[in-house]
């Protein structure tokens, strides 16, 4: 996250546009593949697909090195490598979800927080290296970043490999199940509640928040990719310790938690259109982070046990849909609104607009009664 967005507004120089468009290519694929991938994780054995998957993120990894040390990097390779990571994340998130229940045991809730604190945590280590590249220079951090995907390539390993269910002769196609598995979740209100709820975090908040981070440390807070990795990373820490105290303390009121948890998401991304003093603007993406693990760890856990067994990695596709789907059409609009009202305004439009989809989902469905 670090070293792409700092490429763009600090290397090329990219208006708030391009900068929507940058952080989009990376976003963009899941639209259209994730669901794609869920089907695939459920025919094949899903350890083995994310293994694979790890080695060949290497690859647009490696060209972006070599763009960088060639002093060849431009906004189009850019958006190429975006497009390329964003591939493989598309089939490689259903089927590491689906793996979750491999190694569950009876506490969903408590290896979904383990998960998330750890997920999150990579993240928070990975934007502290990253912000020391000011010092030792990007294509050390891009190095490192492949060297961590071969890693993971090899922890995979040690998960419980499983034989591919048996493939009938009458199977339908992709297609079709990708349909089926979209029906249940229409169907289903602890499926199609949450993912309501998800789509809306990935336009109001994940996108926007890609987008705004670095042009309000640019232009705001004259800043570098030390700052923008500071405000990166204190989101995940306010996750991670929010996900320790969920572990530890469980939840019983998941729906009504994933709601307010949401409201406190509005408040601090209004606060960040404010033009805070820097330490305040810090302050307000911790919190936002505290807010944002008791919404993940919610409405994950609601719909991982929701999700039928023989469809699990296509309905948890559905659910990252909603994230990365969401997302990108959120980043390109906060780029184009920031670039006509300023982004500082841009982030109140957001804010107001979650706000509004929060209360229509508590007065108008049952969420707030999930347990």
């Known amino acids: 996250m670090v070293v792409f967005s700092w490429l763009v507004v600090g290397t090329l120089h990219a208006s708030a546009e391009w900068v929507g468009i940058a952080q989009t290519s990376t976003m963009l694929p899941a639209l259209f593949l994730v669901l794609f991938g869920g089907a695939v994780a459920d025919r094949v054995d899903p350890r083995r697909l994310v293994v694979g998957l790890h080695v060949v993120a290497v690859i647009p990894v490696a060209g972006l090195a070599w763009a960088v040390a060639a002093d060849r990097l431009s906004l189009a390779g850019l958006g190429l490598y975006g497009v390329a990571i964003g591939t493989v994340s598309a089939f490689s998130m259903p089927a590491r979800d689906a793996l979750l229940s491999r190694v569950a045991g009876q506490d969903l809730m408590r290896a979904v927080t383990s998960m998330t604190a750890a997920q999150f945590g990579a993240q928070s280590a990975g934007n502290l290296l990253a912000g020391s590249a000011r010092w030792w220079g990007p294509i050390p951090a891009i190095a490192l970043q492949a060297v961590l995907l071969l890693a993971g390539a090899l922890v995979l390993l040690r998960v419980p490999a499983v034989a591919p269910p048996p493939r009938p002769a009458d199977r339908p196609s992709a297609l079709h199940e990708i349909g089926e598995a979209l029906r249940i979740v229409a169907r289903e209100p602890r499926l199609r509640t949450p993912l309501l709820l998800v789509l809306a975090v990935g336009f109001f ?147 107001v607009g979650m706000l509004l989809a929060v209360t229509s989902v508590w007065l108008g469905t049952g969420m707030a009664r999930m347990e």
């Open 205 to 351: 908040f994940i996108g926007p928040f890609t987008v705004a981070v670095p042009l309000l440390v640019r232009d705001v807070y004259a800043g570098g990719a030390a700052e923008i990795s500071l405000v990166f990373m204190l989101f995940p820490l306010g996750t991670i310790a929010g996900s320790l105290w969920l572990r530890s303390r469980g939840l019983r009121r998941k729906g009504r938690a994933a709601l307010l948890a949401l409201g406190v998401g509005c408040a601090a991304l209004a606060s960040m259109g404010l033009a805070l003093p820097f330490p305040a603007l810090m302050a307000a993406t911790l919190l936002w982070g505290l807010g944002g693990s008791v919404f993940i760890n919610a409405s994950r856990t609601l719909y991982q046990a929701a999700a039928p067994e023989d469809q699990r990695a296509r309905v948890l596709a559905a659910y990252q849909l909603g994230f990365l789907g969401g997302a990108p059409l959120g980043s390109s609009c906060a780029g184009l609104l920031g670039a006509a009202v300023g982004i500082q305004d841009a982030l109140l439009w957001f804010a």
